[in-house]
């Protein structure tokens, strides 16, 4: 069945170092992902989205790689900060499905 | 522009008891998500709303949640007889068409006693 899930749940990093977030999902049909981040108490925010057309999408410090081949996605945040200290969660849309399947999420801590 | 607006931001109350949850959906999109989020967890999927199809309640854990969405706009999730296992973050979205990008409230706090 459809599941998104994450190969680490924690990362520690040193600011202004880059941090790499992964995603493992195994419906071969999915067809946007997207990646949101979560400060505690809020609700989760959008970082960035791709398309299976895809391989690679980049905005503000931040990029997405997909690989449809083995099914994973990464997300890169590039000289990291206190900043971006959060629980990082991917999801995914299968073509034809309005729901997004969220992994279990990433936590993310910057140090100084 | 105002986002997604959710009210209480925290709900306590006691087992056995009823809450309603409400959710503002931002103006103009059709499609609105319930989420819930255990401590630690990822997002649970609830229910979705469509325009005015018939929404999407495969994700309800129980018959003791329910919700509705007056208008095409404020949706109200209810939890009937309230357990402990219910407590957790109870999230709304929103977006249009149904697909991409959803836009999340803040969310409720509930918790069981």
């Known amino acids: 069945g459809e599941s998104v899930g994450l190969h680490l749940p924690t990362l520690s990093v040193q600011e202004g170092d880059n941090s790499i977030i992964n995603c493992a999902y195994s419906n071969s049909a999915s067809d946007y992902f997207i990646w949101y981040k979560q400060e505690s108490g809020k609700g989760p925010q959008f970082i960035i989205d791709?398309?299976?057309?895809?391989d690679k999408r980049q905005g503000q410090r931040v990029t997405v790689l997909l690989n449809k081949t083995v099914k994973h996605l990464s997300l890169q945040i590039a000289a990291t900060q206190p900043g971006d200290s959060a629980v990082y969660f991917c999801?995914?849309?299968?073509?034809?499905?309005?729901?997004?399947?969220f992994g279990k999420g990433t936590k993310l801590t910057v140090n100084p | 522009g105002a986002g997604v607006s959710q009210s209480p931001s925290n709900k306590v109350t006691e087992k056995g008891k009823d809450v309603e949850l409400r959710c503002d959906p931002i103006s103009g999109h059709t499609a609105l998500y319930w989420y819930r989020q255990s401590l630690g967890q990822g997002l649970e999927f609830l229910i979705y709303?469509?325009?005015?199809?018939?929404?999407?309640k495969s994700g309800l854990p129980s018959d003791r949640f329910s919700a509705e969405r007056t208008g095409g706009s404020v949706s109200t999730l209810t939890i009937q007889r309230t357990q402990q296992e219910d407590s957790a973050v109870y999230l709304c979205?929103?977006?249009?068409?149904?697909?991409?990008?959803?836009?999340f409230g803040p969310g409720t706090r509930l918790t069981v006693l």
């Open positions: 999801a995914e849309n299968s073509g034809g499905s309005e729901k997004l399947v």
């Open positions: 979205a929103s977006n249009l068409r149904g697909f991409g990008e959803q836009f």
């Open positions: 791709i398309r299976s057309n895809m």
């Open positions: 709303f469509q325009g005015n199809s018939a929404p999407d």
